[in-house]
């Protein structure tokens, strides 16, 4: 049986998750966070059924690196949960003949639980633990995860209930501004990474932080912060083609991939149009706001080719860029 402190740690859970709200991806991501201390796993996933592939929408972890992966329905552990509708365990990913072994490596678990997420009578999903540690998880883990899978999907249920969106839009846009999370653009970024390598065209990869935004909060109120925020994922959404994903990323993050690309030359093009789209202030309440932004541009193939290595040179030049921004008068 769960420990009366496990148990505790889940009515924490559920009090945050009310807090959050309808925010569906963020009760998702919240979850995998706190499956980590709860049963004393290595990684956590919520995969999402997606067209015949299983679609990692949050991870933590181990797993978090894999945000946006993709395994086949048909040959993974969480497909056959999917199938199903029950509780899976792998003891040994090494030797079990029904995981996909090649993601299992990729991740660098050993062992799992994988349990259903239902949603309006249908299996739709899976909350999964994992550990590098063969035979790591027990009963009383089973029962904890269990508890936590019937959050999600209540959660589920009611993020979607009075409103006309689907439930995979929900996961994968964020609630406050509409745009894609950071969940839907690494799962486009890993897309876009597979074409490039593929095609050999060029794609555009911008990550962006909003200048400013704390001191507007600590000097005018959230109000004011809330609203600047707002203008400017709308005026980048305003920006981007039809082609291109608009994300944000969390807090004051947000990033752009953009495809297809004419050229290299193409993705400087768009960074000064949302620079330009960004100058002229923001009234609320008759006051003025800048919305201020620090860009960093990377473009496939000829920056790299893997994600990782792709995300941390976009921060160094936006960081860069930051650091202009404060030196000049």
Same mark, same amino acid.
Request: without cysteine; charged residues 20%; negative net charge.
């Given at each position: 049986m769960p420990s009366r402190e496990q148990l505790l740690q889940v009515i924490n859970i559920q009090t945050e998750i009310a807090k959050l709200g309808l925010d569906l991806g963020g009760v998702m991501q919240y979850v995998v966070e706190q499956t980590l201390p709860l049963i004393d796993a290595d990684g956590a996933a919520i995969e999402l059924a997606e067209e015949g592939d299983m679609v990692y929408r949050a991870a933590s972890g181990i797993a978090a690196p894999q945000l946006g992966l993709r395994l086949k329905v048909g040959a993974s552990l969480s497909g056959l949960c999917i199938k199903t509708g029950e509780v899976l365990a792998c003891i040994d990913a090494a030797t079990d003949t029904r995981v996909d072994l090649a993601a299992c490596n990729k991740v660098g678990l050993r062992s799992m !639980?994988? =349990?259903?997420?239902? /949603?309006?009578?249908?299996?739709?999903?899976?909350?999964?633990?994992?550990?590098?540690?063969?035979?790591? $998880?027990?009963?009383?883990? %089973?029962?904890? !995860?269990?508890?936590?899978?019937?959050?999600?999907?209540?959660?589920? /249920? $009611?993020?979607?209930? /009075?409103?006309?969106?689907n439930l995979f839009f929900k996961a994968t846009h964020d609630s406050m501004t509409g745009l894609a999370n950071r969940a839907l653009f690494m799962d486009r970024l890993h897309n876009a990474v597979a074409r490039a390598k593929r095609e050999q065209l060029p794609t555009g990869l911008l990550m962006m932080d909003m200048d400013g935004l704390k001191q507007i909060?600590?000097?005018?109120?959230?109000?004011?912060? #809330?609203?600047?925020?707002?203008? $400017?994922?709308?005026?980048?959404?305003?920006?981007?083609?039809?082609?291109?994903?608009?994300?944000?990323? +969390?807090? #004051?993050? $947000? +990033?752009?991939?953009l495809t297809p690309l004419e050229n290299p030359e193409a993705?400087? &093009? &768009?960074?000064?149009? %949302?620079? &330009?789209?960004? &100058?002229p202030p923001l009234t609320f309440e008759s006051r003025n706001?800048?919305?201020?932004?620090? %860009?960093?541009?990377?473009v496939l193939p000829q920056d790299g =080719?893997?994600?990782d290595q792709l995300l941390e040179l976009a921060d160094k030049r936006m960081y860069a860029a930051k650091n202009l921004h404060k030196n000049q008068p």
């Open positions: !639980l994988v =349990m259903p997420l239902t /949603y309006q009578g249908a299996t739709v999903g899976v909350l999964k633990a994992v550990s590098r540690h063969v035979g790591k $998880f027990q009963q009383p883990d %089973i029962t904890l !995860l269990n508890m936590l899978s019937e959050v999600v999907a209540a959660a589920m /249920y $009611f993020s979607v209930k /009075y409103d006309s969106d909060n600590d000097r005018h109120g959230h109000r004011a912060g #809330d609203a600047v925020l707002l203008e $400017f994922a709308k005026r980048l959404q305003q920006t981007t083609r039809d082609t291109d994903l608009a994300a944000r990323l +969390g807090g #004051d993050e $947000f +990033g752009v991939i993705v400087t &093009a &768009a960074l000064l149009r %949302i620079e &330009a789209a960004m &100058a706001y800048q919305l201020q932004v620090s %860009i960093g541009a990377v =080719m893997e994600p």
